[in-house]
């Protein structure tokens, strides 16, 4: 059994953030039909931008946000379209779009509009910023609305250093998660109330709720130094450190005078045990210890590879973690054991160690990633669960209206 068995939803949306909510109520049972333009979502054909296949019978970046949905090509400012788009709204318990509102409004399928007929959808629209605001009806992007409107580019890098760049989709992803969240919220008070909702999630909501501590502490009276450098440090025993083979191990969720002096006699430190300046934390940040106890402990981590100092702290019960590389997340026994990856067998015999979603249960079943196909693959399918009949169909592919 799958929990969303029997809930259905209609999905308006591409690429990334609002498919992959879309994706995950597929895998744990929800009927999701999904409306393409006639030209295909852009993820479509967004892999070949990172040396991945995008063909019919193998594309992984198309598949990881929209396994196991029914996907048809409408185009949804004819007669028509609107008809079929009218026929799923009837019978879908969920709405899904990252339309721009204001597109949505042309064509009479934003909320206001379609309420009174379908009073129990719960309506989930994502945006980049928000609906309100100068910037209530801006395009926004992961780069742009979750990374570069929230403090994370500009704070997050060592003076005078080029800014990072987070993988491709990372707080498309990341939003996916509340946007789920929500629609399942949603769910859960319709069963209560009887009636459906309308929710909001957007990029910049969702970047500001996860950099919640920096926004937080740069405040007055707070002000907290976010210089990044690797001395500063919330303390010694807490930080990343570069090991003999230029890796970086990280040393973490440690108390400071609990710790310290069994970090000293592992490191071979010990004559900061009875020096009055590392008595504390204020005390190291106060005499400038904290920069010194950083330079000592670095030379010594210089000394041994990451995963020897890895095997040596967990020995001592330290919480550490070697820095991965993503070629290596795909053969983590960690991440196979658990199934947070699992393989995959495209159409052309290609093997990928897919992604799988956060979320397992004892009860419950998902169904496994399954390869997406070519556009029109689920069209006749759709529409003759709708009542179409095979000449009608047949026109409407020749007219344009559907693929």
């Known amino acids: 059994m799958k929990p969303l068995e029997g809930i259905k939803v209609l999905e308006l949306a591409t690429v990334v953030a609002a498919p992959t909510a879309g994706r995950v109520m597929s895998d744990f049972g929800a009927e999701v039909i999904k409306i393409e333009t006639l030209a295909g979502d852009e993820l479509r054909r967004a892999g070949a931008n990172f040396n991945l296949y995008i063909k019919d019978e193998c594309n ?24 079929i788009v009218h026929k799923l709204l009837a019978e879908a318990d969920v709405v899904i779009s990252n339309i721009r509102m204001a597109s949505l409004k042309r064509l009479g399928l934003d909320y206001d509009s379609i309420r009174e007929k379908y009073p129990k959808i719960i ?33 997050w890098k060592e003076q005078g250093t080029f800014p990072m760049h987070p993988g491709y989709a990372f707080g498309d992803v990341a939003t996916s998660n509340a946007l789920l969240s929500g629609i399942l919220l949603g769910l ?18 969702t970047g500001i709720w996860c950099n919640y501590t920096d926004i937080i502490s740069s405040q007055d009276p707070f002000n907290r130094d976010k210089t990044h450098d690797k001395y500063h440090q919330v303390q010694p025993f807490d930080a990343l450190y570069e090991c003999a083979d230029q890796r970086y191990i990280g040393i973490f969720c440690n ?25 504390s934390v204020a005390s190291l940040r106060e005499t400038g210890a904290l920069r010194e106890c950083i330079d000592k402990v670095s030379a010594v981590m210089k000394t041994k590879t990451a995963f020897e100092w890895a095997d040596i702290l967990k020995k001592n019960n330290f919480s550490v973690g070697v820095a991965a590389t993503a070629d290596e997340v795909s053969k983590d026994p960690q991440a196979i054991a658990n199934n947070f990856v699992e393989e995959v067998t495209f159409g052309d015999d ?11 249960f004892s009860n419950y079943e998902r169904f496994k990633t399954t390869p997406t196909k070519a556009m029109g693959s689920f069209t006749d399918e759709i529409l003759e669960n709708l009542g179409y009949g095979a000449d009608e169909i047949s026109g409407m592919k020749e007219e344009g209206i559907v693929k």
């Open 350 to 360: 290609t093997k990928v160690m897919m992604p799988t979603p956060p979320i397992q």
């Open 123 to 155: 309506y989930a629209h994502f945006s980049g910023y928000g609906l309100d605001g100068p910037d209530g009806n801006t395009a926004g992007f992961d780069m742009t609305a979750f990374w570069l409107r929230n403090g994370p580019i500009t704070d």
């Open 255 to 279: 108390e400071y005078k609990k710790d310290r002096d069994r970090y000293a006699k592992i490191f071979g430190i010990e004559e900061i045990i009875d020096d009055p300046r590392y008595e």
């Open 188 to 205: 859960l008070g319709r069963e209560k109330t009887g009636e459906g909702t309308f929710l909001k999630v957007s990029l910049m909501g």
């Open 60 to 83: 992984p970046m198309f598949t990881m946000s929209n396994s196991n949905k029914k996907i048809i090509p409408v185009n949804m400012k004819s007669e028509k379209g609107q008809e």
